[in-house]
T-cell receptor, first 113, second 110 residues
Framework: DTAVSQTPKYLVTQMGNDKSIKCEQN?????MYWYKQDSKKFLKIMFS???????INETVPNRFSPKSPDKAHLNLHINSLELGDSAVYFC????????????FGQGTRLTVV | DQQVKQNSPSLSVQEGRISILNCDYT??????FLWYKKYPAEGPTFLIS?????DKNEDGRFTVFLNKSAKHLSLHIVPSQPGDSAVYFC?????????FGTGTSLTVIP
């Protein structure tokens, strides 16, 4: 039973398009995250979100926006895609105060052509 | 601004020997330090963690050491096995935020 699942696993799209990546967790966690792993393999936090606050990494362009329809989902919307957005995007979740670690999805490889 | 750094992008070790992966950090407010293991085309999976109030945590073949004065932690794997070949990420937690290093690719040679 997958704890954190993302769809799609692979996404190829043209520059200028708008796309979404979905993420769901069945762990009952209260905080979800989006990370970007670029060509240099650096895992960089983009957003963290719980029912109290959204924390945005200030370096993330405003073309990226997280949308949380409920506690178990945090989707990533990307507008006007650019070549430089090509990367692997990971969703993760954790429970404040209860666990020390974050649990990750399998990643979505986004390729912008 | 990279608060967690892994300066060795790769490491090769013979099977049965010890693997030592290193990590440095800058923020003294981190309360937990974690190691994740990542295989290709998969997400990172949690391996072991250590609280900032401890200096050692052991779990089977894996031991993490923390030197707070040096802002340095290391992961020891002994004995190393071919199945340990993966990318290892060091991470540090502050509140609900996790900060990751760039990873070290470990290859265990049979």
């Amino acid at each position: 039973d997958t704890a954190v699942s993302q769809t799609p696993k692979y996404l190829v799209t043209q520059m200028g398009n708008d796309k979404s990546i979905k993420c769901e967790q069945n762990l009952g966690h209260d905080t979800m995250y989006w990370y970007k792993q670029d060509s240099k393999k650096f895992l960089k936090i983009m957003f963290s979100y719980n029912n109290k606050e959204l924390i945005i990494n200030e370096t993330v362009p405003n073309r990226f926006s997280p949308k949380s329809p409920d506690k178990a989902h945090l989707n990533l919307h990307i507008n006007s895609l650019e070549l430089g957005d090509s990367a692997v995007y990971f969703c993760a979740s954790s429970q404040e105060g209860a666990t020390t670690e974050a649990f990750f999805g399998q990643g979505t490889r986004l390729t912008v052509v | 601004d990279q608060q967690v750094k892994q300066n060795s992008p790769s490491l090769s070790v013979q099977e049965g020997r010890i693997s030592i992966l290193n990590c440095d950090y800058t923020n003294s407010m981190f309360d937990y330090f974690l190691w994740y293991k990542k295989y290709p085309a998969e997400g990172p999976t949690f391996l072991i963690s250590i609280s900032s109030i401890k200096d050692k945590n052991e779990d089977g073949r894996f031991t993490v050491f923390l030197n707070k004065s040096a802002k340095h932690l290391s992961l020891h794997i002994v004995p190393s096995q071919p199945g340990d070949s993966a990318v290892y990420f060091c991470a540090a937690r502050f509140g609900n935020q996790f900060y990751f290093g760039t990873g070290t690719s470990l290859t265990v040679i049979p």
